[in-house]
């Protein structure tokens, strides 16, 4: 077999950013009949369709129908949570504007009226307000300079050495933290302010790299549905972190911390002695409101 006889090696695809990117990590994890990886040809094969057609999914110049996506996840053999990001990631179309300032101050103020520290981040997950106990408290990372992407701080290599590997949910704190931003971000998956954001990321922090390449790869602890209840410990105690969702539009999430053994229960009676929580309000209420999406310097 000469050298232009031989068959292409499929490529590693680049860093997943965008929807056809990440339909190209899928199909390079996966693997063919023979065991061997997928080629755009082979894929395109199975689907009908042309080499070509997959191969401009995959650069983002078009996009497939929902009857082609449902059927690369039977062939990439992906999770139930990686299909439902792909269907969100591919036919999401709208563009995401920022609320009326207005309304965003009177939800947001009424929110953050709580006896809890309590923060709220917009769709990219950067804190857009909090009130006072939650500075006083729990100091959720991007409260203190509220233009770095809270995953900056706590997945910085610092911050990384700190975790204890023994005790399993904070080992896997940050991976459930990724598994949840990954998926509750697709519908901006490929947008310019997402790419810049997620790639500033992969370079600060090779946690971040990590686990985005495996997000839905998690251990079994983490298979309970993404959003729902879980913990943070630190030096300050342990709270139980109850993640809700406020729709303007847009959609924006709510961080309670509710406090969880007797330091973070001392701490929140001695905070709410000194009067009701204040409400504080980032200048940028949304991310597209900021000159640059950057996770800070």
């Known amino acids: 077999m000469t050298l232009r006889e031989m068959p292409r090696k499929p490529k590693s695809p680049v860093f997943p950013d965008s929807p056809g990117r ?5 199909r390079v994890r996966a693997h063919g009949a023979e065991g061997d990886k997928l080629s755009p040809a082979e894929v395109g094969k199975l689907l009908g369709v042309s080499e070509a057609t997959v191969r401009r999914w995959e650069a983002d110049v078009s996009r497939p129908r929902l009857n082609d996506l449902l059927h690369l996840s039977k062939i990439y053999g992906v999770t139930p949570l990686e299909e439902q990001f792909m269907i969100t990631a591919f036919t999401a179309g709208a563009e995401e ?3 009326d300032p207005g309304t965003f101050l009177q939800e947001a103020t009424n929110a953050l009226k709580v006896d809890f520290p309590a923060c709220i981040l917009d769709s990219l997950f950067f804190i857009r307000a909090w009130n006072s106990y939650a500075v006083e408290l729990e100091q959720p990372p991007g409260i203190v300079r509220p233009e770095v992407h809270p995953f900056a701080m706590s997945l910085s290599p610092v911050a990384v050495q700190q975790w204890n ?8 704190r940050a991976w459930r933290r990724i598994q949840e931003f990954w998926l509750l971000t697709a519908s901006l998956c490929g947008t310019e302010a997402y790419k810049r954001l997620v790639n500033s990321l992969k370079v600060a922090s090779p946690v971040f790299c990590e686990r985005w390449l495996a997000s839905d790869q998690a251990p079994s602890d983490l298979a309970r549905p993404v959003g729902t209840t879980y913990f943070v410990t630190g ?7 109850v993640p809700l969702t406020i729709v303007l539009p847009p959609v924006y999430h709510l961080r309670l911390y509710m406090p969880d053994d007797s330091q973070t229960e001392m701490a929140l ?7 009701q929580p204040t409400v504080h309000v980032n200048p940028s209420i949304h991310w597209s409101l900021t000159p640059t999406t950057e996770p800070g310097a």
Not at 165 to 172: G, R, V
Not at 235 to 241: F, H, K, N, Q
């Open 22 to 26: 990440w339909l190209a990590w899928f």
């Open 97 to 99: 504007l920022p609320p």
């Open 165 to 172: 590997e023994a005790d399993e949910s904070a080992s896997h």
């Open 235 to 241: 030096p300050r105690g342990r709270y139980r972190l």
């Open 269 to 275: 009676s001695a905070a709410k002695a000194k009067g």
